[in-house]
């Protein structure tokens, strides 16, 4: 095995772990409460989905790859410089759906690129261990904490699953301290 197909399967191996850590803290929420903020401090979890693909195509597709833009009139809305927690509610979101169907669109893509690449031939910010390919996964295992904390909230409902694997319906609900 060649040191690129080292890079390449753990580069795969991380993106693929903080991808199904995603995808396992929004499927047990219903799309009613992934749109809705539970808190001014949060972003719905609908744009953290969205804002995670997006970092993902900016950074490893276009930076890296070189790609044009697969939906250049979304940026703006996911940029979290331009946007407060609080606002985002407002702004024109994708929809649970469409976030789902973008972040899988532009995985596929990613992976397609990875499988391609020659990190030999990348230099500067883009390579693997200086930016670009190291953002992508890092970015993405940051929010992994989003889902935890709005899930700790007492408004919303959860279908965990359970010790035998399968989804327990219930609501999850702040303790008093002490």
């Given at each position: 095995?060649?040191?690129?197909?080292t890079l390449r399967e753990r580069?795969?191996?991380e993106l693929a772990a903080a991808?199904?850590?995603?995808?396992?803290?929004?499927?047990?929420?219903d799309d009613a409460d992934l749109?809705?903020?539970?808190?001014?401090?949060?972003?719905?979890?609908?744009?953290?989905?969205?804002?995670?693909?997006?970092?993902?195509?900016?950074?490893?597709?276009?930076?890296?790859?070189?790609?044009?833009?697969?939906?250049?009139?979304?940026?703006?809305?996911?940029?979290?410089?331009?946007?407060?927690?609080?606002?985002?509610?407002?702004?024109?979101?994708?929809?649970?759906?469409?976030?789902?169907?973008?972040?899988?669109?532009?995985?596929?893509?990613?992976?397609?690129?990875?499988?391609?690449?020659?990190?030999?031939?990348?230099?500067?910010?883009?390579?693997?261990?200086?930016?670009?390919?190291?953002?992508?996964?890092?970015?993405?295992?940051?929010?992994?904490?989003?889902?935890?904390?709005?899930?700790?909230?007492?408004?919303?409902?959860?279908?965990?699953?359970?010790?035998?694997?399968?989804?327990?319906?219930?609501?999850?609900?702040?303790?008093?301290?002490?």
């Open positions: 095995m060649t040191e690129n197909d580069i795969a191996a991808r199904d850590r995603t995808t396992l803290l929004t499927t047990v929420v749109v809705r903020q539970h808190s001014p401090l949060m972003s719905p979890l609908v744009w953290d989905l969205a804002h995670v693909a997006n970092q993902e195509e900016l950074w490893l597709l276009r930076e890296v790859g070189g790609r044009t833009p697969m939906h250049p009139e979304i940026d703006p809305l996911y940029d979290a410089f331009e946007h407060p927690r609080a606002k985002r509610p407002s702004l024109p979101l994708l929809q649970p759906d469409e976030a789902r169907s973008y972040g899988h669109e532009v995985r596929g893509r990613v992976m397609d690129l990875l499988n391609r690449i020659d990190f030999n031939r990348i230099e500067g910010p883009e390579a693997p261990r200086q930016g670009g390919w190291g953002a992508g996964a890092p970015h993405a295992g940051g929010h992994r904490g989003v889902g935890p904390r709005g899930l700790a909230l007492p408004t919303i409902p959860t279908r965990l699953p359970g010790r035998d694997g399968r989804a327990t319906a219930g609501r999850r609900r702040r303790q008093p301290p002490g």
